[in-house]
């Protein structure tokens, strides 16, 4: 399916680097212009010229013989997934956000409940064309001239350059999602269920921890038909579920956006799981863009902050997601119970599908099973600690436990730290390559200092 003519794309192309000729010289640095972002860090930008890639927004080609779909760097994945799914297929790895661009999920790491067949995002990658800062565009592949920048791309975050194109690959659907919902008393047992369920013929594997001793694995399959249908895009709460239901069934697309509604759990923050208030907002605006723009409202304008003030209270947000060998999962979750102490916590089983797929930036070790901890809160203590302890703590642990943190949202590592985590010395060789004049920002200002 072509939704769009070559001709059409060629053309936001060929604009976009003509905009890019007319960019100042000098030492203004070159950065997105974005109305929307699904980063969480506090940002303190200087002066950039602002690249407008918005019109790079379009599903060009499905190919279902094939196995791939052809895609806009700027496609959400709401947008991304209708066009799909109207063909029968689905990307192989849907990050749970509707709002989440493309790019932004392989720049950035993106991932969901058939990472443990499919690895994140940027594993299911078959190729992309790249802005370079200098305006070339380059397609890379796994085994062409720029392969250096095919598999150094992913966790760059804009800093090598902004993907135009990119082909990923796609998997057959059917109408209906059958999911059962396993429950657990112990870490121990609950980490056993998942590691078997990887082996299994699972499509898809997540889990939330709710607390010490209440633990829930969901496994699910896909099906041609169903006895009936759940709608979690309205009054009834898709996390909620997991502790009501043994079994589930839902439309492979409210699947897929099975925790956007809420945001995961996210939304009690602004009571919207109070029926009445549920039902004022309505379907239409229950959802994880919402819940942002309200975010950030509370954050520009710090009510929160005041009244955690007024009742003698200090907090740290700590919003992170952690990749963390299976085999050290129990001890993680043990040092998240006691020290971080944020409730639920999201699971899910990430596996490198390949040793030929692993990529510069985030270093995952092929074959072995990954669990992937989601925790989104703030920590709220009369005791006032240093800026960030919090997450530094967390930081200090996942580095420990040989595990490795997504940067889309704060970040404390010491430079050294970084380089260790992180390729480095690999990304200066991509830098001098691809960006030599320096029209970016590097890796580590970026996420860590938050230029």
Known sequence: MRQLEAGSHEARKAALLESLRRAPAGATPLGLSKSTSNLFRDRSEGRKHRLDLSAFSHVLEVDNAGGWVDVEGLATYEALVEATLARG???????QLKTI???????GVGIEATSFRHGLVHHTLLELDVLLPDGEVVCCTPDNADRELFFGFPNSYGTLGYALRLRLQTLPVRPCVQVNHQRFEQPQRFFEALAAACDSDADFIDGVVFTPSQQVLSVAR???????LSDYGAQQIYYLSLLQREQDWLTT??????WDSDWFWCSKNFGVQHPWLRRLVGRKRLNSQTYARWMRWN?????????????GLHSEPVIQDVDIPLARAGEFLEFLLREIRILPIWTCPIRVPEPSRCFTLYPLTAGLTYVNFGFWDKVQSAVAF??????RLVERKVIELGGIKSLYSDSFFTRDEFDRAYGMQHYAALKQKFDPHRRLLGLYEKCVLRA
């Open 299 to 311: 954050a520009r304008w710090g009510l929160t902050r005041r009244l955690e003030r007024w009742r």
């Open 89 to 95: 297929v689905m990307p192989a790895v849907v990050p």
């Open 101 to 107: 661009t493309v790019a932004g999920a392989v720049a």
């Open 222 to 228: 896909f099906s041609d038909t169903a006895p009936y």
């Open 386 to 391: 240093e800026p960030g302890h919090f997450n």
């Open 253 to 258: 697309h409210d699947y897929l956006w099975r």
